[in-house]
């Protein structure tokens, strides 16, 4: 099974700054890699998919890069609205694993 | 509108079964491949199952190999997960999900399954 490491697990920052999480599979997904964010008590949102292309109705400061197997997740000017915890996905093979998540928390 | 609706969800006690359902409306189910995914409580995202989109291949996470059922009817928009031999580690909220091209882009809004003696 590919496994997927994210980091940091958690971070504390401000709305306005800039926020970077990193996503690490353990060998090659090319650019099998998704992004989601959730908020407490929902579903799962789909930020980016294919490492590097941006859903449909996300906003534009969502932004991802990366392949073969070190992936990142850029937000460019925190909002309110992202605090949230983000989970990256590989899509390369099944099972289909998901990093443990990085929570973004208000400083 | 285009969603995905989960049910049948609840408590159960260690050893039963329990079949979750979950029914989609406003796409054409039978082109897309579904998936289950669960959380237990305070945790991060667990993939369990994939069907594909005619029913024709399934595969499942090892931790319920053997004791869990992904199957659809796609005449009734519906698709399930049969859950037998349940554990208390089968606690969760389960989530399923629309597969377009390796990627979730539907979600539905979970239902809890908590196993409790």
């Known amino acids: 099974d590919i496994q997927m490491t994210q980091s940091p697990s958690s971070l504390s920052t401000s709305v306005g700054d800039r926020v970077t999480i990193t996503c690490r599979a353990s060998?090659?997904?090319?650019?099998?890699l998704n992004w989601y964010q959730q908020k407490p008590g929902k579903a799962p949102k789909l930020l980016i998919y294919?490492?590097?292309s941006l859903q449909s109705g996300v906003p534009s400061r969502f932004s991802g890069s990366g392949s073969g197997t070190d992936f990142t997740l850029t937000i460019s000017s925190l909002q309110p609205e992202d605090f949230a915890t983000y989970y990256c996905?590989?899509?390369?093979?099944?099972?289909?694993?998901f990093g443990q998540g990085t929570k973004v928390e208000i400083k | 509108q285009v969603q995905l609706v989960e049910s049948g969800g609840g408590v159960v006690q260690p050893g039963r079964s329990l079949r979750l359902s979950c029914a989609a409306s406003g796409f054409i189910f039978n082109n897309y491949g579904m998936h289950w995914v669960r959380q237990a409580p305070g945790k991060g995202l667990e993939w369990v199952a994939v069907i594909w989109y005619d029913g024709g291949n399934k595969y499942y996470a090892d931790s319920v190999k053997g004791r869990f059922t992904i199957s659809r009817d796609n005449s009734k928009n519906t698709l399930y997960l049969q859950m037998n031999s349940l554990r208390a580690e089968d606690t969760a909220v389960y989530f399923c999900?629309?597969?377009?091209?390796?990627?979730?882009?539907?979600w539905g809004q979970g239902t809890l399954v908590t196993v409790s003696s």
């Open positions: 060998q090659s997904i090319t650019s099998y």
């Open positions: 999900a629309r597969e377009l091209s390796g990627y979730y882009d539907l």
């Open positions: 294919a490492a590097s």
């Open positions: 996905q590989q899509s390369y093979s099944t099972p289909r694993t």
